[in-house]
Structure formats: C-alpha cells, structure tokens
C-alpha cells in the first residue's frame, strides 16, 4: 500500500482547508488511517484517526472541534477538515496506515505505512 496525501498549501488564520489521503495498491481493508503533523523543531504529533468502518474518530486535544476525519472505504480514501486555522497548525501532514487490522492507536509507532507529507502554513 502506498499513501498519497494531497491539498496543503498557504491560508490565513481562521479559514478552513482539506487535505486528502488516497491509498493505493493493495487495499487498506481493516486497518485504521490517522494523520499526523510535524512543525519545525518538534516532535511529530497526533492529529486525529478514523476506523475502518468510518464510524469512529478520534482527535488530539489541540485540533478537537475544529477538525473533522471522514473515510470513503470504497475510494481508499481519508480526509482532514480543518476549521478555524491557527498559526500553531503550521507543520507538514502526514497520512498513515495502521500496521494491524482492528488496531486503533494514537501512537506513531503503530502506523508502519506513511504518506511523504504536504505542507500547510497558517499565516496570521
């Protein structure tokens, strides 16, 4: 499986903006999709994950409220709305796969497929 993400670009704070994860090759069946973001300087953090099904979501306290995961199951693809944009939402994005089927985590270390990242800067 191969992870894509896409949208990233340059917006003013409090405006909105989706990014998008596609997943290609062999399908992400089972397997929780989760985004995380790395600023300069800092370590890579927890955005938010959607299950499998799509049903259930989870988000990191900082972006609660202001951003919304959805997952197509039959497009083999994840997107992140983001609301309300802050400066401190400035980093790159990344998209990962859970490493297990049923496996719902907000640790990095069990995501073992990643996208390469898109940028998104929150000017203020």
């Known amino acids: 499986v191969q992870l894509q993400a896409s949208g990233g670009g340059l917006v003013q704070a409090g405006t909105s903006l989706r990014l998008s994860c596609v997943a290609s090759g062999r399908t992400a069946d089972g397997r929780a999709m989760a985004w995380f973001r790395q600023a300069p300087g800092t370590d890579r953090e927890f955005v938010g994950l959607v299950t499998w099904t799509g049903k259930s979501t989870y988000y990191g306290d900082k972006v609660k409220g202001r951003f919304i995961i959805t997952r197509d199951k039959g497009e083999n693809m994840m997107d992140l709305q983001m609301s309300n944009l802050k400066p401190e939402d400035t980093a790159v994005y990344y998209c990962?796969?859970?490493?297990?089927?049923?496996?719902?985590?907000?640790?990095?270390?069990?995501?073992?497929?990643w996208g390469p990242g898109t940028q998104v800067t929150v000017s203020s």
């Open positions: 990962a796969l859970a490493r297990a089927e049923g496996l719902v985590s907000i640790n990095q270390r069990e995501y073992d497929i």
